[in-house]
């Protein structure tokens, strides 16, 4: 929380990097900029996101 | 080594053949031109000789062509003077629009907001008895051209301002340049209304008038030489310019990785928006800037608000580490091999891989 863009994002890719398939990750994060780059990063890199509620979103790894 | 056209940001230096007109006309421009006087007389001649250039190239009548001193202003006027009062009708827009017409549709009874995918396109709605559609030309970010609003059976506001050149649809009902968009003076709009609208003022008016404030008749002029030469420049280097994009894109996508490239293959192509991953916008300006690249960013980082770009978060896009290059007639390919290849270094650095 209190990270704002790209900070949130490389985040999560740094703790993704090395988990093994289906390891699910919880983010919090309240930039507003969070959910729309957490969408186009699941696009991008083929892991799998939603959003929870608005500043808390999950990741499961490709 | 030659010099380098390093300036890629959506403001441009002002048409050198404009430059001389200006300050020829800052010297004329000082009268009234709706009096009789001589120095009226003849500033009132070159406005109209302003005006057929104008009517001429935008494909409108010149007795449509009115002057805007402050372009955003002609937002509200194209927009609230179609729109009817008492009807229940809805201002239709894209939800890639510009910010100006977001703030318009907050300020009305009843908006609708149209999505768009991934490549920025939108389809045309049906419209109910009392619709309005803003049909911007293009996406000013991305340069993502907008479908055809032919089918559209209600009024049409024509948001010009990304670039003057298309052609406008048959049915339009107002219309909003911005001379910005043809390297000429900031500070000036223009603005039509079709003589076949039903527009009515919803500025406070005493006249006929359809714009209330005044603008500066020196921009206006030497804005008419602008166009008329950013014009001819176009046409000599369309080809040019769309070669440059391609050398972009090839580049983006074979020497760099992790790279969103929001504009679509057949957006205009001097308008280029694509975003790095992992990478914050506002080091990669900085950074660009210092080594004599001026490029833009939608990113929230850099923007005054510190909001992403909405185009970008609309059409699903990566917001952050955007960068917008804007092309022009004066550019080379030297100068594109050395801004990507100082793109490439950056990237690597602040991705902590160089």
Same mark, same amino acid.
């Given at each position: ?57 999950? +990741?499961?790894?490709? | 080594?030659?010099? +380098? ?205 359809? +714009? ?46 992790? +790279? ?95």
């Amino acid at each position: 929380m209190g990270k704002l863009c790209p900070l949130p994002i490389i985040e999560i890719a740094l703790a993704v990097k090395d988990a093994l398939p289906g390891t699910i990750f919880r983010l919090e994060s309240d930039d507003p900029a969070t959910w729309a780059d957490l969408q186009a990063w699941g696009r991008m890199t083929g892991n799998h996101v939603r959003i929870i509620e608005r500043t808390t979103f999950e +990741v499961i790894s490709k | 080594m030659g010099s +380098v056209t390093g300036l890629f940001t959506s403001e441009n230096r002002l048409h050198p053949a404009a430059r001389e007109i200006l300050l020829d006309g800052i010297d004329k421009g000082w009268a009234d031109p709706a009096k009789l006087h001589r120095p009226s007389r003849e500033l009132a001649n070159l406005l109209t000789e302003s005006k057929v250039i104008f009517a001429r190239i935008l494909g409108l009548k010149e007795e449509t062509v009115t002057f805007v001193g402050e372009p955003t202003l002609g937002f509200f006027l194209g927009i609230n003077g179609l729109l009817q009062p008492m009807s229940d009708g809805r201002l239709i827009y894209p939800a890639t629009a510009r910010q100006e017409v977001i703030a318009v549709a907050q300020s009305t009874r009843r908006s609708l907001s149209l999505e768009v995918d991934l490549d920025g396109g939108w389809k045309i709605p049906q419209a109910l008895p009392g619709d309005l559609l803003v049909w911007p030309k293009a996406n000013s970010e991305t340069g993502a051209r907008s479908p055809s609003p032919e089918s559209f059976a209600g009024p049409i506001f024509v948001d010009a301002t990304p670039d003057p050149m298309i052609s406008l649809p048959t049915r339009w009902s107002t219309a909003l340049f911005d001379s910005r968009s043809w390297s000429g003076p900031a500070g000036l709009g223009i603005f039509a209304v079709n003589d076949q609208a039903s527009w009515r003022n919803p500025m406070p008016h005493l006249d006929h008038r359809v +714009v209330p404030g005044g603008f500066n008749p020196a921009l206006a002029i030497a804005s008419a030489v602008a166009l008329e030469a950013d014009l001819i420049d176009r046409t000599k280097t369309i080809t040019k310019i769309s070669e440059l994009n391609s050398i972009i894109r090839n580049f983006l996508q074979s020497e760099i990785s992790d +790279v969103d490239i929001a504009s679509p293959a057949d957006a205009l192509p001097h308008l280029l928006s694509f975003s790095f991953l992992y990478i914050d916008a506002q080091q990669l300006v900085d950074r660009m800037e210092r080594r004599g690249f001026s490029i833009d960013s939608g990113s929230a980082c850099i923007s005054a608000n510190l909001e992403a770009s909405h185009v970008l978060a609309a059409m699903g896009r990566l917001t952050h580490g955007n960068v917008r290059i804007h092309l022009y007639p004066e550019h080379t390919q030297s100068d594109i091999t050395s801004l990507l290849q100082a793109l490439k270094e950056e990237v690597a650095l602040l991705r902590g891989n160089s």
